[in-house]
């Protein structure tokens, strides 16, 4: 599977932002699906997932309650929903699937097997 990722940009402290991420193929249903996010240098590091019927979702204890994944498989997309942005949310971040519809706490990068490219997040204070 190929994923797209978009809808990074520059904001300001506060606002929002909503990523997405199309993937090309069937098979999209039978994706974990996550999002990681990346500063240069750093390793990446897990932000959020949710299962292959976006029942079961799992975050990082540092997005909990501002940033909310979601997926529409009738359109082959997860989103990252993201409030209250901060200063320290500039990332690259990228959108992942994992080829099971087996739901755990996949939260290393390792754990994922499709990658697409990173969108970047800049957020100013």
């Known amino acids: 599977v190929q994923l797209q990722a978009s809808g990074g940009g520059l904001v300001q402290a506060g606002a929002s932002l909503r990523l997405s991420c199309i993937a090309s193929?069937?098979?999209?249903?039978?994706?974990?699906m996550g999002w990681f996010r990346q500063a240069p240098g750093k390793e990446r590091e897990f932000v959020a997932a949710?299962?292959?019927?976006?029942?079961?979702?799992l975050y990082a204890d540092f997005v909990k309650g501002r940033f909310t994944i979601s997926r529409d498989n009738t359109k082959n997309t997860v989103y990252l929903q993201m409030n209250s942005l901060k200063p320290e949310d500039t990332f690259a971040y990228y959108c992942?699937?994992?080829?099971?519809?087996?739901?755990?706490?996949?939260?290393?990068?390792?754990?994922?097997?499709?990658w697409g490219q990173g969108t970047l997040v800049t957020v100013s204070s």
């Open positions: 193929g069937r098979a999209f249903s039978s994706y974990v």
């Open positions: 992942a699937a994992r080829n099971s519809r087996n739901w755990g706490h996949f939260r290393g990068p390792d754990e994922y097997d499709y």
């Open positions: 949710i299962s292959w019927r976006g029942l079961t979702t």
